[in-house]
């Protein structure tokens, strides 16, 4: 028997349904009173959604109550809500950065826009357009889509890092439709770069289809492309003060890179310069100086920001296109419009840009210091500091990072289509540990001269490459293949390997003695040292490592702790 007079089991029996009329007034309060509403529902008092219902159903006025967002069962998405053009501006800078890094490690289902059925990896229509990349054709580790997420790759030590050669990029393999390799086949015959003939028709290999690449940490990056920007200031405004029969060498930050001369028609003369690649040079008459722009990032030298590396990697490796790159509608017919706002790429591009700086871990070991201190004086004796500049400085606010990049190429937001957006990389709100500002200076310890360099012995060295990026695909210059690299940022190399352009090397020793040509000097006197030379040049560069989460120093010990050091 139940006790009539149970208030649990009275309110129950208020909502059961009654024979005969029930009074709206009276089921009115009495939902009311149960959802602890003081009274009939007033102007005043916005009633649960429950109620808003109940009061529906019973044709009462439902005006008071606000609409309901609906809710969708079963949707599988990683990222359930996006940033709308302009929210830049009005979220605050740590919940951009918490977007963006949401945008980094997604994992991209085809319900929200990932995998692109009718473009290649460049962008361009498929060469076989009756063969869309839908399943099982859907992803492919060679020309791509090759992975869910950024962060599938870039993970080492931790999410925004390097990775294990199993996240090797197949650059350049992505201009095909969908690599097989099977050039006996009734499908392939008639299509070039469908899956297993080039541009020139010829059948591809797995070693000549693409340049296998390692995937690069991305930590710093904000400083490294501030770095970059006013380098390429400083060239072309010593550019522009070349006259006719007139040249200048062209220096930034102490870092030369030849010289640039003009003829006496004005048309440029770029033979004397170095460590630029092709497009930097590229002049089209007088009227067309060489841009002579910086590009820090790619292994090649072939990427000019943070931004356009975002728009090329979405689309490449996910199937997800910006707007800004694709324009509006669905240009992958995938069914998905507009797959990322611009203000959704400046948050991944924040995140991006805001990631720590690597610092330096030395134990508190005698035997290591030692080995330390000897190892960092005899890198630059050597010469390995003629290439892997120690430091570079970001002068005139240069460490205020702001998005569009004055230099960014077609298909990139550009100055003065958007408003600017800044960040403070000094800011402590950013990931630590940060870079100190010196006066009216941010040094930027990266090991890197921002050039390209030829470190082969020449065109048959294994390390170069199959394909040169920087000329149209199918031409001679394309295939006759590419041996120049960027200098190779050391911060942070010593637990980010696999090592060099191509990620063979397991050790940082195999990299140093695999240099020769522009190099060949610096690799002699390396060979000429001994075991105690070369084994402290290998444990001061084991000192250059990202540091510990949350770690606010740039120095600390084996455990964590802050420490000073001046060798």
């Given at each position: 028997?139940?006790?009539?007079?149970?208030?649990?089991?009275?309110?129950?029996?208020?909502?059961?349904?009654?024979?005969?009329?029930?009074?709206?007034?009276?089921?009115?309060?009495?939902?009311?009173?149960?959802?602890?509403?003081?009274?009939?529902?007033?102007?005043?008092?916005?009633?649960?959604?429950?109620?808003?219902?109940?009061?529906?159903?019973?044709?009462?006025?439902?005006?008071?109550?606000?609409?309901?967002?609906?809710?969708?069962?079963?949707?599988?998405?990683?990222?359930?809500?996006?940033?709308?053009?302009?929210?830049?501006?009005?979220?605050?800078?740590?919940?951009?950065?918490?977007?963006?890094?949401?945008?980094?490690?997604?994992?991209?289902?085809?319900?929200?826009?990932?995998?692109?059925?009718?473009?290649?990896?460049?962008?361009?229509?498929?060469?076989?357009?009756?063969?869309?990349?839908?399943?099982?054709?859907?992803?492919?580790?060679?020309?791509?889509p090759d992975a869910n997420s950024c962060g599938g790759c870039h993970n080492?030590?931790?999410?925004?890092?390097?990775?294990?050669?199993?996240?090797?990029?197949?650059?350049?393999?992505?201009?095909?439709?969908?690599?097989?390799?099977?050039?006996?086949?009734?499908?392939?015959?008639?299509?070039?770069t469908r899956g297993a003939f080039d541009e020139n028709g010829e059948p591809?290999?797995?070693?000549?289809?693409?340049?296998?690449?390692?995937?690069?940490?991305?930590?710093?990056?904000?400083?490294?492309?501030?770095?970059?920007?006013?380098?390429?200031?400083?060239?072309?405004?010593?550019?522009?003060?070349?006259?006719?029969?007139?040249?200048?060498?062209?220096?930034?930050?102490?870092?030369?890179?030849?010289?640039?001369?003009?003829?006496?028609?004005?048309?440029?003369?770029?033979?004397?310069?170095?460590?630029?690649?092709?497009?930097?040079?590229?002049?089209?008459?007088?009227?067309?100086?060489?841009?002579?722009?910086?590009?820090?990032?790619?292994?090649?030298?072939?990427?000019?920001?943070?931004?356009?590396?975002?728009?090329?990697?979405?689309?490449?490796?996910?199937?997800?296109?910006?707007?800004?790159?694709?324009?509006?509608?669905?240009?992958?017919?995938?069914?998905?419009?507009?797959?990322?706002?611009?203000?959704?790429?400046?948050?991944?591009?924040?995140?991006?840009?805001?990631?720590?700086?690597?610092?330096?871990?030395?134990?508190?070991?005698?035997?290591?210091?030692?080995?330390?201190?000897?190892?960092?004086?005899?890198?630059?004796?050597?010469?390995?500091?003629?290439?892997?500049?120690?430091?570079?400085?970001?002068?005139?606010?240069?460490?205020?990072?702001?998005?569009?990049?004055?230099?960014?190429?077609?298909?990139?937001?550009?100055?003065?289509?958007?408003?600017?957006?800044?960040?403070?990389?000094?800011?402590?709100?950013?990931?630590?540990?940060?870079?100190?500002?010196?006066?009216?200076?941010?040094?930027?310890?990266?090991?890197?001269?921002?050039?390209?360099?030829?470190?082969?012995?020449?065109?048959?060295?294994?390390?170069?490459?199959?394909?040169?990026?920087?000329?149209?695909?199918?031409?001679?210059?394309?295939?006759?293949?590419?041996?120049?690299?960027?200098?190779?940022?050391?911060?942070?190399?010593?637990n980010e390997p696999p090592y060099f352009h191509h990620g063979l090397f397991?050790?940082?020793?195999?990299?140093?003695?695999?240099?020769?040509?522009?190099?060949?000097?610096?690799?002699?006197?390396?060979?000429?040292?001994?075991?105690?030379?070369?084994?402290?040049?290998?444990?001061?560069?084991?000192?250059?490592?990202?540091?510990?989460?949350?770690?606010?120093?740039?120095?600390?010990?084996?455990?964590?702790?802050?420490?000073?050091?001046?060798?």
């Amino acid at each position: 028997m139940h006790d009539e007079h149970d208030p649990k089991r009275a309110s129950v029996e208020m909502f059961r349904p009654q024979r005969g009329l029930v009074s709206g007034g009276l089921l009115l309060t009495a939902a009311a009173l149960a959802c602890g509403l003081s009274g009939p529902v007033s102007a005043q008092q916005q009633p649960p959604p429950g109620v808003c219902m109940l009061l529906g159903t019973l044709g009462v006025d439902t005006g008071n109550c606000e609409p309901q967002p609906d809710t969708v069962l079963g949707v599988e998405v990683a990222v359930p809500e996006r940033l709308k053009d302009g929210d830049e501006f009005t979220t605050s800078l740590p919940q951009l950065i918490r977007q963006g890094g949401i945008l980094f490690n997604a994992n991209w289902t085809a319900q929200e826009g990932g995998g692109r059925p009718g473009l290649t990896g460049t962008g361009a229509p498929l060469a076989d357009s009756g063969s869309p990349l839908e399943f099982p054709r859907n992803m492919n580790r060679v020309s791509a889509p090759d992975a869910n997420s950024c962060g599938g790759c870039h993970n080492l030590p931790r999410s925004g890092g390097g990775g294990d050669f199993v996240t090797n990029v197949f650059v350049l393999g992505q201009r095909f439709d969908f690599a097989t390799f099977d050039a006996l086949s009734d499908d392939e015959i008639g299509f070039e770069t469908r899956g297993a003939f080039d541009e020139n028709g010829e059948p591809v290999t797995l070693q000549g289809i693409a340049n296998s690449r390692a995937t690069l940490g991305m930590f710093g990056s904000g400083y490294i492309e501030m770095v970059a920007r006013q380098m390429t200031a400083d060239l072309q405004a010593i550019r522009d003060g070349i006259a006719p029969g007139g040249s200048a060498e062209l220096i930034s930050k102490g870092i030369s890179f030849g010289t640039l001369a003009r003829n006496a028609d004005g048309s440029w003369d770029t033979s004397a310069t170095e460590g630029f690649v092709p497009p930097s040079l590229a002049s089209a008459g007088p009227g067309s100086p060489p841009n002579l722009i910086i590009r820090p990032f790619h292994q090649a030298s072939a990427v000019i920001s943070l931004r356009q590396f975002t728009n090329n990697a979405m689309n490449h490796h996910h199937g997800i296109q910006a707007r800004e790159r694709f324009g509006e509608g669905d240009h992958d017919g995938d069914g998905f419009d507009n797959n990322l706002s611009v203000a959704d790429v400046t948050a991944i591009t924040t995140w991006q840009a805001q990631l720590e700086v690597p610092g330096r871990v030395i134990p508190r070991n005698a035997v290591i210091e030692d080995a330390v201190a000897n190892g960092e004086q005899l890198f630059l004796d050597i010469g390995c500091a003629d290439c892997h500049t120690p430091a570079l400085p970001l002068t005139d606010q240069g460490w205020v990072f702001t998005e569009p990049n004055p230099y960014n190429p077609n298909g990139n937001l550009q100055p003065g289509e958007y408003p600017t957006f800044e960040m403070d990389l000094s800011d402590n709100r950013l990931d630590q540990p940060r870079l100190p500002v010196q006066g009216d200076t941010v040094w930027v310890p990266a090991f890197t001269d921002m050039k390209v360099h030829d470190i082969t012995s020449g065109p048959d060295d294994p390390n170069c490459e199959e394909l040169d990026m920087h000329f149209p695909a199918g031409s001679a210059e394309f295939n006759a293949g590419n041996c120049r690299f960027l200098t190779k940022k050391l911060w942070g190399t010593a637990n980010e390997p696999p090592y060099f352009h191509h990620g063979l090397f397991t050790t940082m020793r195999e990299a140093i003695e695999a240099h020769r040509g522009e190099a060949l000097d610096a690799y002699q006197q390396w060979s000429g040292l001994d075991d105690y030379g070369r084994n402290s040049i290998i444990e001061f560069l084991k000192t250059l490592q990202l540091l510990p989460e949350g770690t606010t120093a740039l120095v600390v010990d084996e455990k964590g702790k802050p420490r000073n050091w001046d060798s």
